[in-house]
Structures are given as C-alpha cells and as structure tokens.
C-alpha cells in the first residue's frame, strides 16, 4: 500500500510537471485552458444575446414596413389668399400664380356673360383663396363677386342682396340663376337664331379665327347639336377662296366632321397670309429702259393776223315830233256821256 501511495503521488508530480512544462511553452497573454461546462454558459449567453438583437432588428424592419405601406398623412389646408381690401402683407403665403381680378361691373346687361366668365376663372385658377374648412366655398365666390358689383344698377342690386337675412345665395348655381334673370339680355336663342339665318355673322374682312369663334358662340347659344348643319352654315359665312380651296382639294373633310372643317380652313387662312407676305416682299419686275426718240423741231405758231373791221356808221339820233296828237284826226265832236246827243257832255251842262 505505501508502494502504491508511492507511485500514485509520484505519478500526479510527474503530471503536474508535464502540464507545467506544457504551459511554460505557451505565450504569456493567452488565456487559459477554460472549462467545457462554462464555455457551454458562455456560448448560450452569446446566443441569447444574438437572438435578442436579431428580434430588435426585425422589430425595427416591420415598423419600417408598415409605415410605408400606410397613405401618406393629407397636406394641411393652405391658407386663402387675401381678399380685396385687404393688405397682401397679412397673408401667410402667397399664391403661385396672380390672375386677373374681374372687372367692375356696372349692370350693362351687354356685358353680364362676360362678367360671370372673369369670375368663374378666377375661381378656378385661384381657388384656395376661397377655402373654408379646406374646401371651396361657394358662398364665398358669391360674396367675392358681389363686391366687384360697385358701380350704377349693379351696385343698388348688390346691397339690396347682402343686406337680407339669411344670405339668399347659398350656392353658386343659385345665384347665376338670380343674376341671369336681372344682367343678362333674354331671348339669347332666338337672337342667335335669327342672326345664323342672315348674312349679319359671314366672315367677310374678318379673320378666319375671329369669324370661328363668333360662330361658336352662336351655336352655343342657338343649341345646335346636329354637325352636318354646323358644317353647312360655317361654309356659308366662310370666304369663298377659303370654301373652294378646301372644296377643291384632293381629300376634303367629310360635312360631318366639323372640327376637321375649322382645321382645314385654319390651315388654308394661314397659307393665304404666307403667299401673301412673301409677295409683298418679291421687288417687281424693272422696266425695260425707254429710249427718248429724236424729234424734228417745231416751228413756233404764228397766229393768223385779224383783218381790221371798218368802224360802224353813227345812228342819227331821232327828231321829237312836234305835231299834236289830238290834231291828227281833225275836229272831234263832242257827245254827252248819257244820252249821246251833242252839245252838251252831261244832264243840265
């Protein structure tokens, strides 16, 4: 037994001095030799932290994800421009751009359509200046439009409007309707009817885009639908060079297709005003130079001398008569007046 406790201790310092030979060999700073069961916590601890840092990043990802799938959040209202009368330093943004404001309308029904038109487009190219809660108000457009009603019947019209109680003009369909029946002249179709049916609308000296547009306004007015008579009357009022040009060509437009038609004679217009430029701008032709011919000399007239006439015979002036007219016939006898007896002129003489 004290054999064996020999040999076993002898055996553990021979062991001992092996390991301490091995790692006498090894470099001061690495670590040593670690246990298998704490590598093993040590390599779950790293894992878990893995997995931890992996969660958090899909984490991130899926709101990522989501947020660019959701709709974009509404762009707030911009402010309305400011209106008239008021200072263009109190508005907080200005627009990108400024129309023309409607002209001041005086109640010339002439030019009532004219007035609504200026309206309607500044409206549409400025409509956030008319925002309420973020969308157009038309109670707005009809107060803006009646404060450009400032002068004559128009203007009495106007504060008779705004003064009522509730605003009778709550929408912008109602108020033309009002408008149309005070400033706009009646009758507008059979005036448009009765023109397209005179020479009164042809073309004449005009421009062909002037004598277009007037011609469309008359359909609209008149409420032609049918193309084949738009066609029929636009030929009527179009110059005839331009009508038989078009006529003439090789494919001329069919006398339904109206917008063709207007094309056409658009085209045609526009090359009647190129040749005419370009000959205005051509010199003429030079004459040929005139040779002066030689001439013989003239000989100066010589008036034909006038023969002298004889003087005329003095008239003898006439002699007075000195004889006495009553003594031509003699001794007259001397009657009465009455009774015709002579010797006397007169009862009781």
Request: neutral net charge; glycine residues 4%.
């Amino acid at each position: 037994m004290a054999r064996f406790d020999a040999d076993a201790s002898g055996e553990e310092s021979t062991s001992d001095q092996d390991h301490h030979s091995l790692t006498s060999y090894l470099a001061p700073s690495s670590p040593p030799r670690a246990d298998p069961m704490s590598m093993d916590d040590n390599e779950q601890q790293r894992l878990s932290a893995l997995e931890t840092s992996i969660q958090n990043i899909e984490a991130v990802l899926t709101c990522l994800i989501s947020q660019q799938q959701q709709p974009p959040a509404p762009a707030p209202a911009p402010a309305p421009a400011a209106g008239p009368g008021v200072p263009t330093g109190t508005s907080p943004g200005r627009p990108l751009i400024r129309p023309n404001p409607p002209f001041s309308f005086d109640g010339d029904r002439t030019l009532g359509k004219s007035f609504l038109h200026s309206v309607k487009q500044y409206w549409r190219l400025l409509p956030e200046a008319f925002f309420v809660n973020g969308a157009v108000s038309e109670e707005k457009v009809v107060c803006f439009t009646l404060s450009y009603m400032s002068k004559d019947s128009a203007a009495s019209w106007s504060e008779r409007m705004s003064k009522r109680t509730p605003f009778p003009f709550p929408t912008w369909a109602l108020f033309v309707t009002k408008f149309k029946l005070r400033f706009v002249e009646e009758n507008e179709q059979d005036h448009a009817l009765a023109r397209l049916e005179t020479h009164l609308y042809y073309m004449g000296s005009r421009d062909v885009f002037k004598y277009t547009d007037e011609y469309d306004d008359l359909l609209d007015l008149a409420g032609y639908t049918d193309d084949l008579v738009k066609v029929t009357k636009y030929r009527t009022g179009l110059d005839l060079k331009i009508n038989q040009a078009i006529t003439t060509s090789g494919n001329p437009p069919r006398l339904t297709d109206y917008a063709e038609w207007r094309v056409r004679a658009f085209r045609q217009y526009n090359a009647e005003q190129a040749a005419k430029a370009s000959r205005g701008h051509v010199p003429p032709p030079r004459a040929p130079p005139i040779v002066p011919r030689p001439r013989a000399p003239v000989l100066p007239a010589v008036a034909p001398a006038i023969a002298a006439r004889p003087a005329p015979a003095p008239v003898a002036h006439p002699i007075p008569m000195e004889l006495d007219r009553t003594r031509l016939r003699g001794d007259v006898c001397r009657t009465c007046f009455r009774c015709g007896s002579p010797g006397h002129l007169a009862p009781g003489e």
